[in-house]
């Protein structure tokens, strides 16, 4: 529990690496049919959806999922709670590498890949797009900046440049984990502003403009949860001490942002009268799954002690939060999607799934690679443990 | 690399340096040009000829249709504009009895609408969308980087993508004939039409002509002028005979589709008063809680 981070010392071409190896080959061979042959040729995009799930899952899901770095940045460095230390290096890592997962998706998705640096040069002040890929820009090299030490702590004496650079930034750091969390606050809230441009073609059970609100209190309320689910996984697959300790009283917390989320949306869902339009089709479907299995029943085991104590309980309970999360986002940019003219509903094509699935399969890949040779996880050596 | 660490100093250089006094958001205002070109589109007149597509076609240089402009076969399916189509004819029977008690079609010209305060232009990340002086909502595909949000914003569902292109995919849609426009000419399926149903004109005319219609044969027309107010006015107005719902034309607030999101960014983001604030707590809080440490070297507990 007390011990510095440090690599762990676990075997690394396990069968499920083996497996997120093959998973990340199928998505290499998708990838070269859509950068030869266009969009088109891998993803059932139309006129009518011109979004898929690489926009609702890979960037919106997996940008509100990564929130885990900048909450527990907020709670361990900002709030000064250094009791919570063992858990933030981790979800650092995981938001460096799933903002850079999310930079990978849009580079995909983007009709003209490489013309990326333009919105740079031609800059619209008035699009939200043009906000968020600033802030979700300029937040990935902030995250890499504040990884940095456990980097140049592995590699700082063979690259001399990273060592450098590392002392140098050492001296501001708390500079760059306030700047985290401020760009963390505004693109959080913006990516949910993004869809407020098409209010006639939004479904009325998502729709309402107060969507960038929801959209910062959803990331800040699915931080910790994703922090327990996160380390839930590393503890079993490489054998680690239980973090218990640690997550308890971040379950509290957890609690306490859930039912803050979901009583703001709640309350505008019936204020404007939304729920009138919940009836048997597919999306109220989608809303209640979203709403009741993601979020008022984890908000209840969460509040039950007993629960909160309990490994596998703690484990359900923010598992079941991830997941209304993640539907949230797929519900609001792939689901709620209502175009006019549209000719038939839009489903994900094979070429879609396994990209997706590679981006996934690749960010846990290099998770592990990243704690079996960097100083991430507080982890005793394995003959400690046995 | 450069350019997004450049674009990382300007942040934090204007966050540390921004004022923390919030600035009071002004009202939202219209960008929309004062009495841009416009056409009317009387519904009443249209003959379903589709000279106006082929005329597009050809000042377009667009591909050959699979079925000639001729072969009013092509009427029985409802289409929409595509990357080699920018506008398209509909045939609608709503039950209204023309000669001979047979059902009288109604045809409807489809096309880019030229919002005055167009949702493409604002949602747009890069400014390839654009309202001009004239009327015409532009696209420049060299600004362009293929994020298909136009496409999202658009209430019309106009945009096209050329999704089967690999590296230089656009978006296609109806120009205004922006630089026939330009150069003092009719748009090319107002000059063609052989039934006067598209008169050229300046908007605030088109709107006089318009109720003047109305006024006059008020038997002849439904007294709704469609793009006069319809997302907070458009170029392209429409006359008709019909109700409007009962010919595919989508049912839309007055108000503009970018006021919400443009209110939002402005009152957040003005001069970033909302993230300098921000950052000036955190950088308050976290001062404290440092203090807090090294005076109490031996506190550092979480609650449980």
């Known amino acids: 529990m007390t011990a510095e981070p440090r690599p762990v010392d676990r075997c690394f071409w396990t069968p499920g690496v083996w497996m997120l190896t093959a998973l990340m080959a199928a998505a290499a061979l998708t990838l070269i049919l859509r950068f030869a042959f266009g969009l088109g040729m891998v993803t059932n995009l139309d006129n009518a959806h011109p979004w898929g799930i690489w926009i609702g899952i890979d960037v919106a899901a997996g940008v509100a999922l990564a929130a885990g770095g900048f909450t527990t940045a907020f709670l361990g460095h900002i709030l000064g709670r250094h009791y919570y230390e063992p858990v933030t290096r981790p979800a650092l890592l995981t938001a460096a590498l799933g903002y850079t997962m999310v930079a990978f998706a849009v580079f995909v998705d983007l009709g003209r890949s490489w013309a990326i640096w333009k919105f740079l040069v031609f800059q619209n002040h008035r699009s939200v797009l043009f906000e968020v890929g600033i802030c979700v820009m300029t937040y990935l090299l902030v995250l890499w900046i504040e990884l940095l030490p456990a980097v140049a702590a592995r590699l700082g004496r063979r690259v001399r440049l990273l060592g450098w650079i590392d002392r140098g930034v050492r001296k501001t750091m708390g500079a760059f984990i306030i700047l985290g969390v401020v760009l963390s606050c505004c693109h959080q809230s913006s990516l949910g502003s993004l869809m407020v441009i098409a209010p006639t073609k939004l479904h009325p059970l998502w729709y309402t403009p107060w969507l960038p609100l929801h959209f910062l209190l959803s990331a800040i309320a699915v931080g910790f949860p994703m922090v327990v689910v996160e380390t839930g996984l590393a503890t079993r697959s490489l054998h680690l001490d239980s973090e218990m300790p640690v997550l308890v009283p971040l379950s509290r917390l957890a609690a306490a942002a859930l039912g803050v989320a979901l009583v703001v949306r709640l309350g505008d869902f019936v204020a404007r009268e939304s729920h009138l339009f919940i009836d048997g089709s597919g999306a109220s479907i989608s809303l209640l799954v979203e709403l009741v299995l993601g979020g008022v029943l984890p908000l209840i085991m969460l509040l039950i002690p007993a629960v909160r104590r309990s490994r596998g309980g703690l484990f359900v309970a923010a598992a079941l939060v991830v997941l209304g999360v993640l539907i949230n986002r797929i519900n609001v940019f792939v689901v709620a999607l209502s175009p006019p003219f549209a000719e038939h509903a839009y489903v994900p094509a094979a070429g879609e799934l396994i990209i997706t699935a590679g981006s996934v399969a690749a960010l846990m890949f290099l998770y592990r690679a990243a704690v079996t040779y960097l100083p991430i996880l507080s982890a005793r050596k394995l003959e400690e443990v046995h | ?304």
């Open chain 2, 1 to 304: 690399m450069i350019t997004s660490r450049r674009s990382f100093l300007q942040v934090a250089t204007t966050v540390a340096g921004a004022s923390t006094l919030p600035v009071a958001a002004r009202a939202w205002e219209s960008r929309a040009p004062d009495n841009p070109f416009a056409c009317l589109v009387d519904l009443t007149r249209c003959i379903g000829c589709r000279k106006c597509e082929e005329a597009c076609n050809r000042v377009n240089d667009l591909p050959a249709p699979a079925q000639s402009f001729e072969d009013l076969r092509t009427l029985k399916s409802e289409r929409r504009p595509t990357t080699t189509a920018y506008t398209v004819i509909n045939r609608y029977t709503t039950g209204v009895l023309g000669s001979g008690h047979r059902q009288q079609p109604i045809y409807v010209k489809v096309q880019c609408m030229h919002c005055q305060d167009p949702a493409c232009a604002s949602a747009c990340p890069t400014g390839a969308m654009a309202k001009q002086a004239n009327g015409a909502v532009t696209y420049d595909p060299s600004q362009c980087i293929g994020c298909r949000y136009c496409l999202i914003a658009c209430p019309f569902q106009i945009p096209a993508y050329e999704y089967e292109r690999a590296l230089t995919p656009r978006v296609r849609k109806c120009t205004f004939c922006f630089e026939r426009l330009e150069v003092g000419k009719l748009p090319a399926c107002a000059a063609i039409c052989p039934a006067d149903a598209i008169v050229f004109g300046r908007r605030r005319q088109l709107l006089v002509e318009a109720k003047r219609r109305i006024r006059e044969r008020p038997a002849r027309y439904v007294s709704h002028i469609y793009g006069e107010h319809e997302v907070g006015g458009t170029s392209w107005l429409y006359l008709s005979g019909v109700p409007f719902p009962h010919l595919a034309f989508p049912n839309l607030p007055s108000q503009a589709i970018p006021r919400p999101t443009e209110s939002i960014q402005h009152a957040l983001f003005h001069n970033l008063w909302s993230p300098a604030a921000l950052f000036a707590l955190l950088a308050a809080v976290m001062a404290v809680t440092r203090r807090n440490d090294d005076e109490r070297p031996g506190t550092k507990g979480g609650e449980s």
